[in-house]
């Protein structure tokens, strides 16, 4: 037996084909958004990376450290001020990546944060020794490709409003230990521990023996597959808004065979 006609029914429908449709345009604007940004971040890298290597020094204009760039530093390493950043995973292993400054002119206290690399994190660990320690005293000249900050991970805040890994007020940290933190901000790493340092952040891509692992990440530029989610998103709104005209139309002819003064049922 078919059910009967119920203008409520029809009206609920319409209302929700139109949530649907205001939904999923949206939605796919969004993704055409991600796809715009993932293209920029690709030809950004392509950019950086064709650009002539920089040599860094204090005078270094700020406009020539643009990311992804490749860059050579000479200096000292100041290994007392390492920095460990926690879950930073390798191949599916939980480890570390080291961050170390360089100190490039010792009269003015400047210095290059470097990424030197990814350490294996070792359950038990009490503390990292520093990578390069027999050479630690000596002037390196390394190389590697510029950042505008550090890569950032989520963080967890705690109750309080404050970080839960936030970094020592001032460096090296009391009885030596290395500090251990999920990000690292440039800023706040400037004052713990007093050095003056370039507005770019190295990652360490050769110029040091040691056991550290150089295989550093990129940013997803797989644009195509936010260009696939839109065409469904906007697929999606088109069959919701080809059944939103068939619901009202069917309405709408039905309203005119009945006539206005037939009341529909609820």
Not at 173 to 198: C, E, H, M, S
Not at 247 to 262: C, F, K
């Amino acid at each position: 037996m078919a059910r009967p006609y119920s203008m409520t029914r029809t009206l609920g429908a319409l209302l929700l084909l139109g949530v649907m449709i205001a939904v999923f345009i949206p939605l796919g604007n969004w993704q055409l958004r991600r796809a715009a940004e993932r293209k920029g971040i690709m030809h950004a890298i392509e950019a950086g990376r064709n650009s002539p290597p920089v040599a860094l020094a204090p005078d270094t204009p700020a406009k020539t450290l643009t990311n992804w760039r490749p860059a050579t530093a000479s200096g000292v390493w100041l290994d007392n001020f390492t920095v460990l950043l926690q879950n930073r995973n390798y191949k599916g292993r939980p480890g570390y990546w080291v961050a170390t400054p360089l100190l490039i002119d010792p009269a003015l206290h400047t210095a290059v944060l470097v990424l030197r690399g990814w350490l294996p994190f070792t359950a038990g660990q009490a503390s990292v020794t520093a990578p390069d320690a027999a050479h630690a005293d000596k002037t390196q000249t390394i190389r590697g490709t510029l950042l505008d900050h550090v890569p950032r991970l989520f963080e967890l805040w705690s109750f309080s409003g404050h970080s839960t890994d936030a970094l020592p007020a001032k460096l090296p940290a009391p009885g030596g230990a290395t500090p251990q933190v999920q990000n690292l901000d440039l800023g706040a790493y400037a004052r713990a521990t007093g050095l003056k340092f370039i507005p770019a952040v190295m990652e360490q891509t050769s110029g040091s023996q040691d056991r550290l692992v150089r295989d550093w990440p990129l940013p997803s530029i797989d644009f195509a597959r936010n260009n696939g989610y839109a065409m469904q998103w906007f697929s999606f709104a088109a069959i919701a808004a080809a059944a939103w005209l068939v619901v009202a139309w069917r309405a709408w002819r039905r309203y005119r065979s009945q006539g206005p003064g037939v009341p529909p049922s609820a």
